[in-house]
Every structure is written in C-alpha cells, then in structure tokens.
C-alpha cells in the first residue's frame, strides 16, 4: 500500500524533467520544509533535471503557506511545474492564482486536511480523506523521502539513501513528529548516519557536538531565523559545499541563538507574571515578539503548566501564532 497520488506526482515530475519543463519549489521556511525541498531538488539533479528556483515565505512577513508575494515573485517563470513542499494543503485561494498564473501545482504535504481540497493537479497528503495508507503521521520529509525512492528507483544509490535518510531524521525530530513506526525507524537509522556524513554542515557540527546525541542543539541552531535571498539559514547551510564556508555560518548562527534564548526568557518572565492557577489556558500575545521566539515559548510554558498554550504575534491586519497542547 502507498500514499495516495505519490505515483503520480512522480509520474509527472519526470514528465516535467524529460520535456524541460521548468520545476520550481515553494516550500515551508521550517526544517521539515527545507529538508524536504533539498531532498527533492537533489532527486532531480541525480535524474538530470534542474530545479529552476526555489521560495521560503518569510513567516514574520508573509505568514505561514503560499503567500501572493511568493506568487507574484515566481510569476516570472511560467508556465511551470510548481511543488509545494509542507504547505499549500489550506491554501485554497493561493492555488487558485497560482493556476491563473500559468502553474501546474503539486501540492505534498502532512497538515490537516479541510473539508475540501485546494484545486491543484496533484495532492499527495496522507490525511485525506481517502487516502488509505495506514501511517498518518510522516512529516512532508518522510512522504518526499518515498517520493525521491519512486524517482529515482535504481539510481537511489546507497550513498545518496543515507544522505537523504539524515535529512529525515533532522526534520522529523524538529517538526515533532511521534517517534512510532515508521518515523522510529526512518529517524533512528538517519542519525547513525549523521556521524559520518558527507555533507560540510554535518561535519562542522561534528567538531562542536556529539553526534547524533546532541541532535537536539543542533536543531535549535538551524531553526535560527536568517533569511538571505528568501533563503533561510538551515537551507543555505545544509546545501553549502564548503567546510569553510559551513563553520563561519554555524558561527554566526550559534551567536544569534543566543540572542534568540534572551528573548525568548524575557517573554516567559512576562508571560508568567500572568499566568493564574485557575485559568484552564495560557493565551498571550503581542506585536513585539518575534515568530521564531513564540514557538519556543509556547513549548516551554505547555509542558511547564500542562495547560494548552496560544502565543501569538500581532500583526498589522491579522494575528499569528503557535499553540501547544
């Protein structure tokens, strides 16, 4: 048994590379998103595709999924394949103006699903509604993961399966997937694999921690926010081909971890200021904290006060947030 639409959304980006089609990326900024854009942009440079350009929405800017300025930013390459990788599965309205614009629209993706879906041409996520596939809690890594085996097939070399199997394990830790099943096996076999990796971050990180032990640290690191390009650090630094160039980027993000761990403890003294024993929920939120600091706040108070946690940001038109329960 296999995930619904999973053939066919590789059936078609073969189609894409053997008729020169462009192939462009959307996906989500967070580690599952990037890990899972990599592991697909590297499936088809091993086919002999080119992935034409790839888009990270800035979450403080554009907020969570598809955005119009992502759109109107890729516009310029169509007509075209466009994958979205972790997102796209609520965004009904988004997929509609990519179609106008010329787009072919795979979306893949692990969120819930509505009561419909958006109009794209393929929608692989294991969550809808009829899709029967019996494990539902993969993360978009995971499902790319089986996508990069259908591409690829005999080229799946073991060599490459390792590669892409650490990038799995990295983003299913972070996206907090149960470790069950085939999330526990998938994870555990990617982290043996981390010690001896080949690519430089993996490496550079080996110098400062003690791999795969400390995989925790090292994700808090990539989940970093710096945006080059509409290209956020985790991206840039797990792609980037030289050791050098890897250890001064791990630099100057363990720094700015810092600076995010300030902030995120002077948000929780705020916050716990508030908090009342007799109030079943923790709702806060405000205009000057930032995306990337609520997340890690909202973590920390849920399991602190075993309440369900909402810390959001204010926004000009609107509120975005993160919830724990």
Known sequence: MEIKNLKEAAKRILEAIQKNEKILLYGDADLDGVCSVIILKEAIKNLGGKVEAIYFPDREAEGYGISEKGLNFLSKFSPALLVSLDCGISNFKEIEKAKSLGFSVIIIDHHEVLDELPKADIVVDPKQKDDNYPFKELATVGIVFKLAEKLLREKMTNSLRKNFLELVALATLADMMPQVK?????????????????????QAFSKIFDLPKEVTKIISILNVRDVENNLPASFRLLTEPDFRKAEELIKRLIEKSKERKREVEKILGMIEEKIKDDEKIIFEGSKDWSLSAISIVASQLCQKYQKPTF???ILEKESQGTVRV
């Open 182 to 202: 085939e999330n526990k096996i998938l994870t555990e076999e990617g982290l043996e694999y981390l010690k001896n990796s080949w690519r430089p971050a993996f």
């Open 311 to 313: 810390i959001y940001k």
